[in-house]
């Protein structure tokens, strides 16, 4: 935004200029090229979470430009940025941390001190929401491009969802701090899948998160 040419009318900002990042869902595009986006779309949410701690939370397609000539990506649209604290992002790392090291007793503990789970949860329930985030996830888990496009996460995690809650009757609702983190993070997840990038997420975010 331009504070000099603002008014209580008129909000002046940067035009900027690039093409829509459907190009690469175009059969013609070069693997390296959908590749190399899914890098930096990933490395985008990741660096948002836990280094900024200040996120465009709308991961619509259209509010990402590839910048001509760099394919650097210009975001677009911050009406839904969040503003993360400290202690969220650490409790949000310690939850990857534990999942990348398969560690279910430090999961649990991450997931009761962020508030998916309460202390005393019933155990087949405790174990439904481990399962769905180890789900969420296994981008993380190996030190290998991950095929988006085949993964099929979302449906994936619809079907662990509805498990969870209509035969075991888990109905409590997220910490509302992680249904923003939620939407921009399944979010990128279809854009790597629709583009059919393959990105190595988990050696991204080791050193985002202290490992």
Same mark, same amino acid.
């Given at each position: 935004?331009?504070?000099?040419?603002?008014?209580?009318?008129?909000?002046?900002?940067?035009?900027?200029?690039?093409?829509?990042?459907?190009?690469?869902?175009?059969?013609?595009?070069?693997?390296?090229?959908?590749?190399?986006?899914?890098?930096?779309?990933?490395?985008?949410?990741?660096?948002? *979470?836990?280094?900024?701690?200040?996120?465009?939370?709308?991961?619509?397609?259209?509010?990402?430009l590839?910048?001509?000539?760099?394919?650097?990506?210009?975001?677009l649209?911050?009406?839904?940025?969040?503003?993360?604290?400290?202690?969220?992002?650490?409790r949000?790392?310690?939850?990857?941390?534990?999942?990348?090291?398969?560690?279910?007793?430090?999961?649990?503990?991450?997931?009761?001190?962020?508030?998916?789970?309460?202390?005393?949860?019933?155990?087949?329930?405790?174990?439904?929401?481990?399962? *769905?985030?180890?789900?969420?996830?296994?981008?993380?888990?190996e030190?290998?491009?991950?095929?988006?496009?085949?993964?099929?996460?979302?449906s994936?995690?619809?079907?662990?969802?509805?498990?969870?809650?209509?035969?075991?009757?888990?109905?409590?609702p997220?910490?509302?701090?992680?249904?923003?983190?939620?939407?921009?993070?399944?979010g990128?997840?279809?854009?790597?899948?629709?583009?059919?990038?393959?990105?190595?997420?988990?050696?991204?975010?080791?050193?985002?998160?202290?490992?």
């Open positions: 935004m331009h504070d000099d040419l603002t008014t209580r009318r008129v909000l002046a900002m940067d035009l900027v200029e690039g093409e829509p990042i459907d190009v690469l869902a175009e059969p013609g595009a070069a693997q390296a090229r959908r590749d190399k986006v899914g890098l930096a779309l990933e490395r985008l949410v990741f660096r948002e *979470l836990f280094e900024l701690r200040f996120m465009q939370t709308d991961p619509n397609f259209a509010n990402y590839l910048e001509p000539g760099t394919d650097r990506i210009a975001l649209d911050l009406g839904s940025a969040r503003e993360f604290e400290p202690a969220f992002s650490e949000y790392a310690r939850i990857v941390r534990a999942a990348i090291q398969h560690n279910r007793p430090a999961l649990r503990a991450a997931a009761v001190a962020i508030g998916y789970l309460a202390p005393d949860e019933r155990e087949d329930r405790a174990r439904g929401v481990e399962d *769905l985030i180890l789900l969420i996830t296994e981008p993380f888990h030190d290998a491009p991950y095929d988006f496009a085949r993964s099929k996460i979302p994936r995690t619809r079907d662990l969802g509805f498990d969870l809650a209509f035969r075991k009757g888990f109905l409590r997220p910490p509302p701090e992680t249904v923003f983190l939620h939407r921009k993070l399944v990128s997840f279809l854009l790597c899948a629709r583009i059919r990038a393959r990105v190595n997420v988990h050696a991204l975010v080791r050193p985002l998160i202290g490992l």
